[in-house]
């Protein structure tokens, strides 16, 4: 039975969307080379499309080979052999759509024509993998071809889509979300134990948690996300997981456009100073980000106070060779333009570097989003620059400290700071050293969870220093 809708599909149609008031349009072409195109001249009534939904809906309840993943007042999602129908309606949608997604190839790892370096890594060492690219870009399809490479190769494999379109082989069992709730569509996979699962579509925090659940789990996992470049798709993670156990999760990303594979990616953690910064007490762990198939480092990943900092890696020092250097006098009265309330210091560290003391609440706006603003003032000043929280020294005109103390709860670390600081921002501080600032709730504690990377090292620097924990108003 040929239904109406398939009627309007050729082998080069991605997609047919049909609209009320509108005439009918499809996408032609392959994944990244496509036209929207129309495919009709008549404008279809509210009536003739809702026939064509009727249609659809009564083959689903009478044939095996279609069913409805997604069932909503207003909303259905349905996989009718290859093809992922969506029936929106008023008031979901203001008018009566329907619109078909169906893959237009379906290719194999070998047609790719990897290079041996990358298909030896997909082989034997890969097992955290995010296949990453822009809507439409082919990431589902390379997800499927690699899916049945494992498979050929003796694996058990199995996906997780949210709806099951990917077009794979017939060993591969496919797996909805159970009841909407990937967390328990995850715990069945872990009893399963396959050797590598594919997860179409890592969108919400949830899926993220999952897909780094199964692979810390020690299933290989082949992640599909959404992503407008390669970097992305990594710090997608970091407001997720602990960063240190990104390199845990993923090894490799590769880059989708047009269809075939762009960039890829490796992942690797290693202690060092990062680059840009020269003084030996900053080494901290880096997660290096590398250029799997020219064996370069690309970028750096690592945490900077409070924030997650990604610094590709060689941009400052290239922009800074034609600028000349300034006395630190004058880099002083630059500074002083430039930082908030003039509350800093600096010390010269090297023939091309200095050092910033900055009070902790203004190092994050001070170095930027991903280090642009600190890059382009050491493009300006022609240093490199290292940031330090500012510590109070003895001074009788500074408040004075209060002693704190702190209680470990299963998941939360509570600082007794006091009502007389509540609802105001203080830093903690161990002798003359600030070790850590943020704000009072209105109870007179600050909590922090205990998996945080801020709440562990806080614990160390007090079980390691001589002097107690204090606190005092910044």
Not at 64 to 84: F, G, H, K, M, N
Not at 90 to 95: C, E, M, R, T
Not at 335 to 344: G, P, T
Not at 351 to 377: H, T
């Amino acid at each position: 039975m040929t239904l109406t809708l398939e009627q309007f599909f050729d082998r080069h149609t991605m997609s047919v969307h049909l609209r009320e008031n509108l005439p009918p349009m499809a996408k032609r072409g392959r994944p990244g080379e496509w036209n929207l195109v129309p495919i009709g001249e008549k404008a279809f009534t509210f009536k003739e499309l809702a026939e064509i939904a009727d249609e659809i809906l009564d083959y689903v309840e009478t044939h095996d080979d279609a069913v409805i993943e997604d069932d909503w007042e207003q909303a259905r999602v349905i996989q009718l052999r290859d093809l992922r129908i969506v029936i929106t309606t008023y008031p979901f949608s203001n008018a009566l759509e329907i619109t078909a997604v169906k893959p237009t190839m379906q290719k194999s790892l070998e047609s790719y024509s990897l290079d041996p370096k990358l298909f030896d890594r997909l082989a034997k060492k890969a097992e955290g993998i995010l296949i990453s690219g822009s809507p439409g870009a082919g990431k589902s399809t390379f997800a499927a071809a690699v899916a049945d490479f494992y498979a050929s190769q003796g694996k058990i494999v199995k996906t997780i889509e949210k709806p099951r379109d990917l077009s794979v082989d017939e060993r591969i069992t496919q797996y909805q979300m159970l009841e909407d709730d990937p967390e328990k569509t995850g715990d069945i996979l872990l009893l399963m134990r396959p050797d590598y699962v594919i997860y179409d579509e890592v969108r919400k925090s949830r899926d993220f948690e999952v897909y780094s659940d199964l692979r810390l789990s020690g299933i290989g996992l082949v992640g599909v996300v959404h992503a407008t470049n390669p970097m992305d798709a990594i710090q997608r993670f970091v407001s997720r997981i602990d960063i240190g156990l990104i390199p845990s999760i993923i090894d490799t990303v590769i880059f989708i456009e047009r269809g075939e594979i762009s960039d890829v990616y490796s992942l690797q953690m290693t202690v060092k100073v990062p680059t840009g910064m020269v003084s030996g007490d900053l080494a901290r762990p880096v997660i290096v980000i590398s250029d799997f198939l020219k064996n370069k480092p690309r970028y750096e990943m690592f945490s900077f106070g409070e924030q997650v900092v990604l610094i590709p890696i060689g941009a400052a020092k290239g922009s800074r060779k034609s600028s000349k250097k300034l006395p630190l006098s004058e880099i002083k009265e630059e500074l002083a333009y430039i930082i908030e309330h003039n509350n800093f210091e600096v010390e010269q560290i090297g023939n091309s570097s200095i050092r910033i003391y900055l009070p902790r609440n203004q190092i994050s706006s001070f170095i930027g989003k991903n280090g642009s603003n600190i890059r382009e003032i050491e493009r300006m000043l022609s240093v490199s620059i290292d940031v330090e929280p500012r510590t109070y020294v003895n001074d009788a005109s500074l408040p004075q400290s209060k002693q704190v103390k702190i209680i470990e709860e299963k998941k939360n670390l509570i600082i007794l700071v006091g009502s007389d600081f509540a609802g105001k921002n203080v830093d903690l501080m161990i002798g003359p050293q600030t070790v850590f600032s943020g704000t009072v709730n209105f109870s007179g504690e600050i909590r922090l969870s205990k998996k945080k990377t801020t709440a562990k090292r806080l614990v160390k620097f007090v079980e390691n220093a001589d002097s107690p924990l204090t606190v005092i108003e910044r």
